[in-house]
């Protein structure tokens, strides 16, 4: 096991350099076992999770909470529905009424077309937009790209981060406490 040279905790160095400790484990079990003790027994809050696929269990394990992008994107839906309804009542009955064939100015049932497709048009838009908010993206830097291993992250590694924002972080017994845990590599990050 490496360890970077561990600075004081003192709060001008925690806040302004230091961003947090990378953990590295050889399994997604090791990281899902390290997720869950790191959150659910020291009752560290700001943990994340850094692998090359999905691992069943570690939102579980760090505390991820469920997503609010559903949320936005049914009101993108129901924006692009009521969007639907308000043009084609306002073309075929305000703006241009013509009675062909008998047809009423407005009938929701010829208008199911339009509605539908701008109903998923605007569901998409709110699905990447949204998306792409909750996750802060783009994105071209992030203070954990400093690890001195981090390329390794996209093949065969599973890091555990845990940021120096949190209230339980402590410069020197972090790191050791993720030691314990069986990480194959811990490193204090700097900003």
Not at 13 to 34: M, N, Q, R, S, W
Not at 156 to 185: C, W
Request: net charge negative; proline share 7%; glycine share 8%.
């Amino acid at each position: 096991m490496q360890t970077r040279p561990i600075h004081t905790n003192t709060p001008e160095l925690k806040d302004k350099t230091i961003y947090g400790v990378v953990a590295e484990f050889t399994t997604p079990a090791d990281l899902v076992h390290a997720g869950n003790v790191v959150h659910h027994e020291h009752g560290f809050k700001s943990v994340d999770a850094l692998s090359p696929f999905p691992i069943h269990g570690i939102d579980d394990a760090i505390g991820v909470p469920y997503s609010k992008l559903g949320y936005i994107v049914l009101g993108g839906a129901a924006f692009g529905l009521l969007n639907a309804i308000l043009m084609i009542w306002y073309a075929g009955a305000v703006d241009y009424p013509l009675v062909i064939g008998g047809k009423p100015l407005f009938a929701w049932e010829f208008s199911i077309p339009p509605m539908f497709e701008l109903t998923v048009l605007f569901s998409s838009f709110a699905a990447v937009l949204g998306m792409l908010g909750l996750n802060k993206l783009p994105q071209f830097y992030h203070p954990v790209f400093n690890y001195s291993k981090f390329g390794r992250v996209t093949d065969d590694r599973f890091l555990l981060v845990v940021d120096a924002s949190d209230p339980k972080f402590d410069i020197e017994q972090t790191p050791r406490m993720l030691e314990s845990l069986g990480a194959a590599n811990v490193e204090v990050v700097e900003r």
